[in-house]
């Protein structure tokens, strides 16, 4: 009974595998992956009530069957975050796409509103949490391809992260900040790109992005250093001895620069790099003096441990009338 139930939603599930790869639309294949799980899900649970069943038997259960149990579900679970991570990959290639149309959109504030790149980044963390449980699953972290796979797939995924966090910090014009983001990522995807190389469980999807995020990196780098030196130019020709912050082109007197604290400066760091060669000064140090408040709690403890003569004698006493002597008032 088990086996014809098992066996019927696994090929359900590959059923479903082989129209998503005849359909064209990315939303037609984002559905049958909702298909997919449901099938693998109930799959799941059929290997859960079997493994509860054995298990209620006491001693007289099966104890290899058990273990067989398990083996098989840690195998569908490894199959079910195999095909989130087709899905998800899917749901990231139609954030982009909406990216890419906004960023051809006439109306820029509404396509703001529509698709941003930090959704982008929240797909690739997703990516991440996934195949940090796959890497978990018994029997996935004890094969060295597989361990290799998910190593090099993590490299891919945070390289991809920290290209559109730059893209986040290029709409904020934040040149220096996204420059530097995009060095890193094709940093990265060299990585990825050999470790991927060392293992042949890779497929054709990892190649895929992998060359994907090669194009996206040096393109991303060179639309930021094109942008910052127009609006370098553009502040140059408008005021020509304006200081422009944050843009990589900047003409600064580095070695005055580099005398002030970073602390002070947050956007301009290039002294740190370009200045004496010497470690870039981050605080005033000693910090100089400053008044500070009192707070009346410090009051209220000297005034417990205070203590004042006795001033009785000093104070003027009152003179008793004939009336009060008479009815006993002093």
């Known amino acids: 009974m088990f086996e014809n139930l098992f ?16 359909m064209q639309t990315i939303e037609d294949k984002i559905t049958a992956y909702d298909k997919i799980f449901m099938s ?5 649970s059929q290997i859960r ?11 007289k259960g099966d104890a290899e069957l058990t273990t067989t149990l398990q083996k ?16 998800d990959l899917l749901l990231v290639q139609q954030l982009i796409g909406k990216l890419q149309a906004a960023a051809e ?3 820029k504030q509404q396509a703001r509103k529509a698709a941003k790149p930090e959704d982008v980044v929240k797909m690739f963390e997703t990516l991440l949490n996934a195949n940090e449980e796959l890497i978990a699953i018994p029997g996935v972290k004890d094969n060295e391809a597989m361990a290799k796979l998910c190593a090099a797939r993590s490299l891919l995924f945070k390289a991809w992260r920290i290209l559109y966090l730059a893209h986040s910090y290029l709409m904020m014009k934040q ?6 983001l995009f060095v890193r990522a094709e940093q990265l995807e060299i990585v990825a790109r050999q470790r991927l190389l060392e293992t042949p ?21 060179a639309e930021t250093l094109a942008a910052s030196a127009t609006q370098a130019a553009s502040a140059t020709s408008s005021s020509p001895g304006s200081f422009l912050a944050g843009s990589i082109a900047d003409s600064v007197d580095l070695k005055k620069l580099s005398q002030t604290p970073l602390s002070t400066r947050l956007n301009n760091y290039e002294a740190a790099v370009y200045g004496d060669g010497k470690a870039p000064k981050l605080v005033d140090f000693p910090p100089p003096i400053e008044a ?7 009051f209220d403890l000297a005034l417990n441990k205070a203590s004042y003569p006795d001033l009785t004698n000093r104070c003027q006493q009152k003179k008793a009338g004939f009336m009060s002597k008479l009815f006993g008032r002093k």
Not at 49 to 59: A, F, M, R, S, V
Not at 292 to 298: F, G, I, S
Request: include cysteine; charge should be positive; aromatic fraction near 4%.
């Open 292 to 298: 500070v408040a009192c707070k009346p709690v410090l």
């Open 175 to 180: 040149y220096p900040q996204a420059a530097a």
């Open 7 to 22: 066996a019927r939603h696994i090929i359900a599930s590959e059923g479903l595998q082989y129209e998503v790869e005849q």
């Open 105 to 107: 959109s006439k109306d």
């Open 40 to 44: 693998l899900e109930d799959a799941k």
């Open 201 to 221: 469980a890779r497929d054709a999807v990892d190649n895929t992005w992998l060359d994907k995020l090669q194009t996206a990196a040096r393109l991303g780098k």
């Open 72 to 87: 098989v579900r840690n195998m569908v679970e490894a199959k079910v975050l195999h095909r989130k991570r087709e899905r």
């Open 49 to 59: 009530d079997d493994i509860t069943h054995n298990l209620q038997k006491g001693d």
